[in-house]
């Protein structure tokens, strides 16, 4: 029986992808040490274990991988079979948060409590968005090389079931991760360009007519305003974005060291172990370990660029490319936060900040490459 199993467990080792795996996992331990960083001196202050938060963020690491494993095990035909369940699912969890069992932090009634855990479904149904989209618009009968009208009608409502919800959070970051990356699934689908035109006038649309009739949150509108001059309310709406500023910019070239950074000790920066995570490493890792987190998930998305392009089904390639417009998206809204290059939005840096269905959901994507790069080399 071992001689059996061992022959296609080894085959599986063949056809992973290493330097991928490689890469989450060096970013997801450079992640422990800045949440380590970032929560021990508040956790010192209270008198409380100084190691509460890394702890936890190892489970939710330990999770992910298991998670990620189970996935890039998994082939196309269990992925789809599975894609619509997970979809509803994450549906559902959307509707749940605007319950009375949603949690409401920050402005943003995202989080729904499990017992001690506190669940994001948003995050989860970024991962059931990316398939349910790829198997729509996958799906070519005939040979087509673009999707039916239907298809993409199919894709738009599948879309705007779980924005809507985000958007009753409201959850402004989370929602424009979604809408880049069902635009980008659409561009890489072959949809017609004017159809994609429309879209564009469509959701220009309707963000200047959020605007100006008064649709945004309060804290939205601020944030917004912040953005274009943070100077103008430094102790107030600009707080956070000034700060997380101040904070990079003074690690220099290397860095003051970790758990040595005064900015990240003395915590002016808010919410710095989640969605500010990326300041721990300006200040304290300096601009060579700020670069090294960038080099690291650039290589994530040149690999997945990487198994997109070799694909061989149109499944593969839409999975594979919503995830790189998922991951680029939201590192460049997370980093550009820090930098000035875009609002305070909130949303977690991939596989480094803190947060159990933040690494979860990207180690699950990270098994969706993973998996369709092993179903690549199958067929080669």
């Known amino acids: 029986m071992t001689a059996i199993l061992?022959?296609?467990?080894?085959?599986?080792?063949?056809?992973?992808?290493w330097p991928l795996l490689s890469a989450v996992t060096a970013l997801s331990l450079i992640g422990l040490l800045l949440v380590w960083s970032a929560t021990r001196p508040r956790l010192l202050a209270a008198?409380?274990?100084?190691?509460?938060?890394?702890?936890?963020?190892?489970?939710?690491?330990?999770?992910?991988?298991?998670?990620?494993?189970?996935?890039?095990?998994?082939?196309?035909?269990?992925?789809?079979?599975?894609t619509p369940p997970a979809y509803v699912a994450s549906c559902l969890g959307l509707a749940a948060v605007l319950t009375p069992l949603g949690k409401t932090v920050n402005g943003s009634r995202s989080w729904?409590?499990?017992?001690?855990?506190?669940v994001q479904p948003s995050e989860l149904a970024k991962v059931a968005l990316v398939l349910g989209l790829a198997t729509l618009l996958g799906d070519r009968p005939g040979g087509e090389r673009a999707p039916r009208g239907a298809q993409v009608a199919l894709?738009?409502?599948?879309?705007?079931?779980?924005?809507?919800?985000?958007?009753?959070?409201?959850?402004?970051?989370t929602a424009v991760i979604?809408?880049?990356?069902?635009?980008?699934?659409?561009?890489?689908?072959?949809?017609?360009w004017r159809w994609l035109a429309l879209l564009v006038a469509a959701g220009a649309a309707a963000a200047a007519s959020a605007w100006f009739l008064g649709l945004l949150r309060p804290h939205q509108v601020q944030r917004l305003l912040t953005f274009a001059d943070p100077m103008a309310d430094p102790q107030g709406a600009g707080y956070n974005a000034v700060q997380a500023l101040v904070t990079v910019g003074s690690g220099g070239l290397g860095g003051h060291g970790l758990f040595r950074g005064d900015q990240t000790g003395g915590r002016f920066v808010p919410e710095q172990h989640t969605d500010f995570v990326f300041t721990v490493?300006?200040?304290?890792?300096?601009?060579?370990?700020?670069?090294?987190?960038?080099?690291?998930?650039?290589?994530?998305l040149w690999r997945a660029l990487g198994i997109a392009s070799r694909a061989v089904t149109p499944y593969g390639t839409l999975a594979a490319a919503g995830i790189v417009c998922w991951f680029a998206a939201q590192t460049f809204v997370n980093v550009g936060m820090t930098i000035?290059?875009?609002?305070?939005?909130?949303?977690?840096?991939?596989?480094?900040?803190?947060?159990?269905?933040?690494?979860?959901?990207?180690?699950?994507?990270?098994?969706?490459?993973?998996?369709?790069?092993?179903?690549?080399?199958?067929?080669?």
């Not at 490493?281 to 290589?299: D, N, R, Y």
């Open 6 to 17: 061992a022959a296609p467990l080894r085959a599986a080792r063949r056809r992973m992808d």
């Open 47 to 82: 008198g409380e274990d100084p190691q509460t938060y890394v702890k936890r963020q190892l489970a939710n690491v330990l999770v992910g991988l298991a998670v990620l494993t189970a996935v890039a095990l998994a082939d196309h035909g269990t992925l789809r079979a599975w």
């Open 112 to 118: 729904i409590g499990v017992g001690p855990l506190d």
């Open 155 to 173: 894709a738009l409502a599948a879309t705007a079931a779980p924005l809507g919800l985000i958007m009753l959070q409201p959850d402004l970051g």
């Open 178 to 192: 979604m809408v880049v990356t069902a635009f980008g699934m659409l561009v890489v689908a072959g949809v017609r």
């Open 281 to 300: 490493a300006g200040e304290e890792l300096g601009f060579a370990g700020a670069a090294l987190v960038l080099l690291l998930l650039w290589w994530v």
């Open 340 to 380: 000035g290059l875009a609002p305070v939005v909130g949303v977690p840096l991939p596989f480094v900040s803190y947060g159990g269905s933040s690494v979860v959901a990207c180690m699950a994507a990270a098994g969706v490459l993973i998996s369709v790069h092993r179903q690549t080399a199958r067929r080669l």
